[in-house]
């Protein structure tokens, strides 16, 4: 079975930091960007990060662009984000997902994971 499994998640003060992890089984999603999308209680989904099948290209959403860092290891089939100086607004389940293309809007990913929940406390 194929499937994109994220971890990391949990709940941490307005500053700290997280590491979120995007581990993909069953097939390998090295020829594939990768993304991540959030989505905040009560709103759509939006676009966080994305990077290329060799990691080097990224692309950011201006909101976490400084803060947010994505990164893979292809021998792992993991992506990964790295997120510092973490603000109350980032509060949200976290998704992953495999694209053709490094620009994605979340309905295009072929694949998807079931999210990791972050809460940032004031």
């Known amino acids: 079975q194929v499937q994109l499994v994220e971890s990391g998640g949990g709940l941490v003060q307005a500053g700290g930091s997280l590491r979120l992890s995007c581990t993909a089984s069953?097939?390998?999603?090295?020829?594939?960007?990768m993304a991540w999308f959030r989505q905040a209680p009560g709103k759509g989904r939006e676009f966080v990060a994305s990077?290329?099948?060799?990691?080097?290209?990224?692309y950011y959403e201006d909101s976490v662009r400084g803060r947010f860092t994505i990164s893979r290891d292809n021998a792992k089939n993991t992506v990964y984000l790295q997120m510092n100086n973490l603000k109350p607004e980032d509060t949200a389940v976290y998704y992953c997902?495999?694209?053709?293309?490094?620009?994605?809007?979340?309905?295009?990913?072929?694949?998807r994971g079931q999210g990791t929940l972050v809460t940032v406390s004031s």
């Open positions: 997902g495999a694209s053709p293309t490094l620009l994605v809007v979340y309905r295009d990913l072929e694949l």
């Open positions: 990077i290329s099948w060799s990691g080097g290209r990224t």
């Open positions: 069953g097939r390998t999603f090295s020829s594939y960007a």
